[in-house]
């Protein structure tokens, strides 16, 4: 500084520390600055994975708590879907009913109208008999209704039974299979005239046939008319079997009506010659309607 004048010296000195102070502090800040960055990096890694454990965590519950309500709602939907359908099982069913008696009613005042000269009077079918080893039912009509005992009760596929009791508003019928009931009969084919009657099963059993005469499976099997219950030619059944027996023939005849799901049938009124229709369905009873 020796050529540096006296008077400026000074000045020249405080600039220098001046500049000394600045370059000080911007050291200084910078410092500070890198120890603050290194610090907070240090506290955001010990941090970051326990909040990753709790977000984690948090979400889990979450999607849980979603999922189980989502559960909820799914099985109370399932279970509203399930009641519709037996709901609609339901109405199926009743319509199918409706459907099977509008065909019934069909095939009554089909029945009627071709045999408009015969006294007759159908009847619903309203219980079976309470005693063991007895194949009876009650229908709803009875001696207000001119129903008496010993009249036939058929429906348009063949013959049912008799009536053996008879009282105010109801009737007692005996069905073809019971063990007491028979009918007299013949073979359609041959005109030979045999009995048939009930086996307490399903299917019927023509008596006294010789070894002889020759009888064949699916022959039919009409009313003869001579146990002056039925009018002769209506159908009783199908021969169903024959064997050879000791001192007759053993011969199974199944019924042309079917009396195991009986609903509806005719009560005949009288001995009047009554002739069905050969194709009137087998399976088709007779609804319950006054003539």
């Known amino acids: ?69 989502a559960l909820r709602n799914t099985s109370k939907d399932n279970e509203q ?10 109405q199926i069913a009743q319509l199918q009913g409706k459907a ?65 009791e008879s009282y105010s508003n109801t009737a007692q019928v005996l069905l073809l299979t019971d063990k007491d009931s028979g009918v007299g009969a013949m073979l359609a084919g041959s005109r030979v005239q045999h009995p048939v009657g009930g086996t307490g099963e399903a299917l019927l059993s023509m008596k006294y046939v010789p070894n002889d005469d020759t009888v064949n499976p699916g022959e039919i099997v009409l009313t003869s008319g001579m146990d002056r219950i039925f009018p002769s030619n209506l159908p009783v059944g199908t021969i169903a079997d024959v064997k050879a027996g000791n001192p007759y023939k053993q011969i199974r005849i199944k019924p042309a009506a079917s009396l195991d799901r009986l609903e509806e049938v005719i009560v005949l009124l009288s001995l009047h010659p009554l002739e069905l229709k050969k194709d009137s369905s087998p399976a088709s009873p007779i609804a319950a309607v006054t003539p």
């Open 81 to 90: 879907l399930r009641r519709e359908n037996d709901t609609l099982k339901l």
């Open 1 to 69: 500084m020796a050529g540096i004048p006296s008077r400026h010296r000074s000045l020249v000195l405080l600039l220098g520390v001046v500049l000394l102070q600045v370059l000080g502090l911007a050291v200084q800040v910078k410092q500070r600055d890198s120890e603050g960055r290194l610090i907070r990096v240090w506290t955001v890694g010990a941090v970051s994975p326990f909040e990753r454990a709790g977000a984690y965590g948090v979400g889990h519950i979450r999607d849980t708590w979603r999922h189980y309500f």
């Open 100 to 164: 099977a008696e509008a065909d019934r009613l069909a095939a009554l005042l089909s029945f009627k109208q071709a045999h408009k000269d015969v006294p007759m009077l159908a009847a619903r079918v309203i219980g079976t008999g309470a005693v063991t080893g007895t194949q009876t039912i009650y229908v709803d009509r009875g001696e207000r209704d001119g129903v008496r005992k010993n009249m036939g009760v058929i429906t348009p596929s063949g013959i049912v039974g008799k009536v053996i």
